[in-house]
C-alpha cells in the first residue's frame, strides 16, 4: 500500500511498510537495515539516519539517509545498470593497408 502526501512541490508517494517500520525504530531507539523493493517512494524527513537497502534488478544497495537526499526518490540512488566503457576500436576495416 502506498500513502500519497500532498506538498507544496507536489505529491510524495511512499510506501506505508516503510514509514511503518521507521515509526517502529524510531520508538525502540534502534538504527537496522530497512530492506525494501520501492524504488519510487520519496524521501521524507522521517528517514534521516537511517539505513535502508533499495533492490536495483539484482541485489539490495544499502543508502544511509542524509538530509541532501529529501524529496528524491529511493531508486536514484540504485542505479540499474553500470557502464563498463565503449568497445575498444580495432583496424580490420582500416583503408590503405592492403597487402
Known amino acids: 500500500m502506498m500513502i500519497i502526501m500532498q506538498s507544496t512541490a507536489g505529491k ?21 537495515t530497512i530492506v525494501t523493493w520501492s524504488r519510487a517512494s520519496t524521501i521524507t524527513p522521517i ?12 541485489k539490495h544497495k544499502p543508502l544511509k539517509i542524509t538530509e541532501r537526499m529529501v524529496g528524491h526518490k529511493l531508486g536514484e540512488f540504485a542505479p ?7 568497445s575498444k576500436k580495432d583496424n580490420k576495416g582500416a583503408k590503405g593497408k592492403k597487402k
Open 12 to 32: 510524495l508517494v511512499v510506501a506505508y511498510h516503510i514509514l511503518r517500520k521507521i515509526e517502529k525504530l524510531n520508538m525502540k531507539g534502534v538504527k537496522e
Open 47 to 58: 528517514m534521516i539516519g537511517h539505513r535502508i537497502a533499495v533492490h536495483n534488478g539484482r
Open 80 to 86: 540499474t545498470h553500470t557502464f563498463k566503457g565503449h
